[in-house]
């Protein structure tokens, strides 16, 4: 797989990739995210401290993850998804490690990400690259599970 930043022309690309990922196997978890920032990926990432990520399999995007500043020494990893074909195949893994990367080069000392108790694979993966439990709330049917990474 082949990761790179987003670029202009990827927007369709990534828009299909998360919203059905989310429509087909996280549908009550669908309410606890807002989907604007994809109408506006480049505005929502721009900056000297944020970034999407797209991972590519011949061409065509199959996985995604973003940085966003939360603060001067905190990075929110967000959109981390792979396309249900692509799955096993650390995909997820190395998108994750290329957002890590990212955000120790820009100096942030702590790695925040935020997932839902459906999303397993998300959450296993976020827990072998040492991120630690900190909190879960309740949003009505959904339980959001906030992790932490100090870089």
Do not use: W
Request: aromatic share 10%.
């Amino acid at each position: 797989m082949n990761v790179r930043p987003f670029r202009k022309g990827d927007e369709d690309a990534v828009r299909q990739l998360i919203t059905t990922i989310l429509d087909e196997e996280f549908f009550l978890e669908k309410k606890a995210y807002s989907e604007t920032d994809l109408d506006m990926i480049s505005e929502v990432y721009s900056g000297n401290r944020n970034i999407f990520l797209v991972g590519e399999v011949d061409y065509r995007i199959v996985g995604t993850a973003a940085v966003k500043e939360d603060d001067r020494d905190t990075a929110l990893l967000r959109r981390l998804f792979v396309d249900p074909a692509h799955r096993g195949k650390k995909y997820g893994s190395q998108l994750v490690d290329q957002a890590l990367a990212f955000c120790k080069q820009k100096g942030y000392k702590k790695v925040i990400f935020r997932g839902t108790v459906g999303m397993a694979a998300a959450m296993g993966l976020i827990r072998r690259k040492g991120f630690s439990e900190v909190e879960k709330l309740r949003f009505g049917e959904v339980e959001m599970i906030h992790f932490s990474l100090s870089l």
